[in-house]
C-alpha cells in the first residue's frame, strides 16, 4: 500500500506568493490628502441661498406687492367717490336753477350799400358795404344772469369777409330779451380772384347773396352768489339771403329760415369744452 503526499497548507520558500493587495496599500501608500480649495475649484459650484434668506426674499417681495395692490385700489375708490361726488353737485345743480345756455335770433338785415369797384391802374378789386344788422338775445332762465363783454360781429358769404363791426357790453337779466342793434361795414376792402369770382356767381341767384353772421365774445354768469367769469360763446347765424340794391334804396334781406347756433367754450385750465 502506497502512501499518499498531502501538498503543505504553508507557502514555500521557494515558491512566488501573490501579494495581497489591501495590505500593500495599507503598508506602502500614505493617506490621501485633498488640496485645499482653490478660487477656481468655488466658481464652478454657484452660492445657493440658504432656505432662510429664500424665505426672506420671499417675504420682502410679497409685502412690496401687496403695497401696490392697496395703493391702486385706494386710488380707484377715491377716483370713483370724486366722480359720485361730481354727478351729485351737477345733478343738485341741475335741479336748483334748471340752466339753459342763450338763445339768439336774426330780427332783421339791411343792405344799404354793397359796391365792387375795380380799378384800371392795378386791375385790383374792391368791395365797400354797409349792413345795418337787428339781433335778438334770450335769457331763458329764472335764476341766472348773463353779462356779456363787447361782441365781435362779422357777415360772411361762403368764407368771403362782407362787412365788421362790434357791439357794447351789457347784461341779460333772468326772463328777458336784449335787441342788439348795430352797423357793421367794410372800406375799399380789396379782394382776391376768387373772392370776387364766388361774389360774382351768388349774385345771380334768385334768392339773392347766402349770408352768414358770426359773433364772438365772452360772457359771465351770476348765480346768487356763485360767479363765473370770461366764459367763451361764440354764435352763427346762417340760413340769411340778400339781394344787392342797385340804387341808393336799402334792400331787406331773408331771414325767416335765419338760424342761430349758440357754442359755450369753457375752459378748465388749458382745455376748452
Same mark, same amino acid.
Given at each position: 500500500?502506497?502512501?499518499?503526499?498531502?501538498?503543505?497548507?504553508?507557502?514555500?520558500?521557494?515558491?512566488?506568493?501573490?501579494?495581497?493587495?489591501?495590505?500593500?496599500?495599507?503598508?506602502?501608500?500614505?493617506?490621501?490628502?485633498?488640496?485645499?480649495?482653490?478660487?477656481?475649484?468655488?466658481?464652478?459650484?454657484?452660492?445657493?441661498?440658504?432656505?432662510?434668506?429664500?424665505?426672506?426674499?420671499?417675504?420682502?417681495?410679497?409685502?412690496?406687492?401687496?403695497?401696490?395692490?392697496?395703493?391702486?385700489?385706494?386710488?380707484?375708490?377715491?377716483?370713483?367717490?370724486?366722480?359720485?361726488?361730481?354727478?351729485?353737485?351737477?345733478?343738485?345743480?341741475?335741479?336748483?336753477?334748471?340752466?339753459?345756455?342763450?338763445?339768439?335770433?336774426?330780427?332783421?338785415?339791411?343792405?344799404?350799400?354793397?359796391?365792387?369797384?375795380?380799378?384800371?391802374?392795378?386791375?385790383?378789386?374792391?368791395?365797400?358795404?354797409?349792413?345795418?344788422?337787428?339781433?335778438?338775445?334770450?335769457?331763458?332762465?329764472?335764476?341766472?344772469?348773463?353779462?356779456?363783454?363787447?361782441?365781435?360781429?362779422?357777415?360772411?358769404?361762403?368764407?368771403?369777409?362782407?362787412?365788421?363791426?362790434?357791439?357794447?357790453?351789457?347784461?341779460?337779466?333772468?326772463?328777458?330779451?336784449?335787441?342788439?342793434?348795430?352797423?357793421?361795414?367794410?372800406?375799399?376792402?380789396?379782394?382776391?380772384?376768387?373772392?370776387?369770382?364766388?361774389?360774382?356767381?351768388?349774385?345771380?341767384?334768385?334768392?339773392?347773396?347766402?349770408?352768414? =353772421?358770426?359773433?364772438?365774445?365772452?360772457?359771465?354768469?351770476?348765480?346768487?352768489?356763485?360767479?363765473?367769469?370770461? =366764459?367763451?360763446?361764440?354764435?352763427?347765424?346762417?340760413?340769411?339771403?340778400? =339781394?344787392?340794391?342797385?340804387?341808393?334804396?336799402?334792400?331787406?334781406?331773408?331771414?325767416?329760415?335765419?338760424?342761430?347756433?349758440?357754442?359755450?367754450?369753457?375752459?378748465?385750465?388749458?382745455?376748452?369744452?
Amino acid at each position: 500500500m502506497t502512501d499518499r503526499v498531502h501538498p503543505s497548507s504553508k507557502p514555500n520558500g521557494t515558491g512566488t506568493a501573490k501579494p495581497s493587495t489591501t495590505s500593500a496599500v495599507a503598508t506602502t501608500n500614505p493617506p490621501l490628502k485633498f488640496p485645499p480649495a482653490t478660487k477656481t475649484h468655488l466658481h464652478n459650484h454657484p452660492y445657493r441661498p440658504t432656505p432662510t434668506s429664500r424665505h426672506r426674499h420671499n417675504g420682502r417681495r410679497f409685502t412690496c406687492r401687496r403695497c401696490c395692490c392697496l395703493t391702486c385700489f385706494w386710488s380707484i375708490l377715491l377716483l370713483i367717490a370724486i366722480l359720485l361726488l361730481a354727478a351729485i353737485c351737477a345733478a343738485a345743480f341741475y335741479v336748483l336753477y334748471n340752466p339753459h345756455h342763450p338763445a339768439f335770433s336774426v330780427t332783421s338785415l339791411k343792405i344799404t350799400q354793397f359796391n365792387i369797384t375795380t380799378t384800371a391802374d392795378d386791375d385790383t378789386t374792391h368791395l365797400t358795404t354797409k349792413f345795418n344788422l337787428t339781433i335778438s338775445s334770450r335769457n331763458p332762465n329764472k335764476k341766472i344772469i348773463y353779462t356779456y363783454n363787447p361782441i365781435s360781429i362779422t357777415v360772411f358769404s361762403n368764407q368771403v369777409n362782407l362787412s365788421t363791426g362790434s357791439f357794447t357790453n351789457f347784461t341779460s337779466l333772468p326772463n328777458n330779451i336784449f335787441i342788439i342793434h348795430t352797423t357793421t361795414g367794410l372800406t375799399s376792402q380789396i379782394l382776391d380772384v376768387d373772392s370776387v369770382t364766388s361774389l360774382k356767381s351768388d349774385l345771380k341767384k334768385k334768392k339773392g347773396l347766402p349770408m352768414k =353772421i358770426l359773433m364772438d365774445t365772452n360772457l359771465g354768469i351770476k348765480m346768487e352768489k356763485l360767479k363765473m367769469k370770461n =366764459i367763451g360763446i361764440q354764435v352763427i347765424c346762417y340760413g340769411i339771403h340778400g =339781394i344787392v340794391p342797385k340804387s341808393k334804396n336799402a334792400t331787406v334781406a331773408d331771414t325767416s329760415d335765419a338760424k342761430c347756433k349758440v357754442d359755450l367754450r369753457i375752459k378748465i385750465l388749458k382745455w376748452s369744452f
